[in-house]
């Protein structure tokens, strides 16, 4: 199968960006990230009453509007990588929301979805929550040196395992479910290559595939 759109997704700190990026460079394919400038985020880290609903809100809209944008563009008659799927969305929202916000959240996801075009494939980067919390760890500094809070590492857990019941259950799109475990996050010529053979084989459904 030809896959011209490709969407690459999984928790926070598992490495979709940089997967993009070199998936995109190796295809000579234009590449997609998500834009995660979101003004509430602030506000839903220090645990502001509402803040969640509205940063939802904005990110919803935010990623709605670049994908019409990529839609009336010429951008899906190449190869594109992108590091998000827009469903994501929902799982945030199912996440952090309560009844009230999420009936009025699903309302104005459905009427947007219907613009939306599906990528081709999705490859979901799955990887057990101990080892996830070890990475975020690991970029402390990073997180500090850019004025951001780290993920909580509770919320990372439920995260994860929102992820997890969700692409179980995903049958959208044909699937490739990468363990990544032991990857290198970046993603050398060898696991490129052998990364590329999977995505080359690939049909309808699901494939399970961890690197060696």
């Excluded at 295809?27 to 990230?33: K, Q, S, T, W």
């Excluded at 439920?158 to 363990?179: G, K, R």
């Amino acid at each position: 199968m030809e896959f011209r759109h490709i969407a690459i997704e999984g928790p926070i700190g598992v490495g979709k960006s940089a997967l993009a990026t070199r998936l995109g460079a190796h295809l000579d394919g234009a590449v997609v990230l998500d834009d995660t400038d979101n003004p509430f985020l602030a506000d839903f880290a220090a645990g502001r009453s509402g803040a969640a609903f509205q940063a939802q809100l904005f990110s919803l809209l935010a990623r709605h509007r670049q994908q019409v944008g990529l839609r009336q563009s010429s951008l899906f008659n190449q190869q594109t990588v992108s590091d998000y799927l827009f469903d994501k969305d929902k799982i945030y929202a199912y996440l952090n929301l309560d009844d009230n916000e999420l009936f009025i959240y699903q309302r104005l996801y459905d009427l947007l979805l219907g613009d939306v075009v599906p990528p081709d494939l999705v490859i979901y980067l799955q990887i057990p929550t101990d080892v996830l919390r070890r990475r975020i760890r690991s970029r402390d500094r990073e997180y500090r040196e850019n004025g951001e809070t780290p993920p909580d590492p509770e919320y990372l857990g439920e995260l994860n395992d929102a992820y997890t019941h969700f692409f179980f259950h995903y049958v959208s799109t044909p699937l490739l479910v990468v363990e990544t475990s032991h990857v290198d996050l970046e993603w050398g010529d060898t696991a490129m290559n052998d990364l590329l053979k999977q995505v080359r084989g690939m049909g309808q459904g699901t494939r399970y595939y961890v690197p060696r």
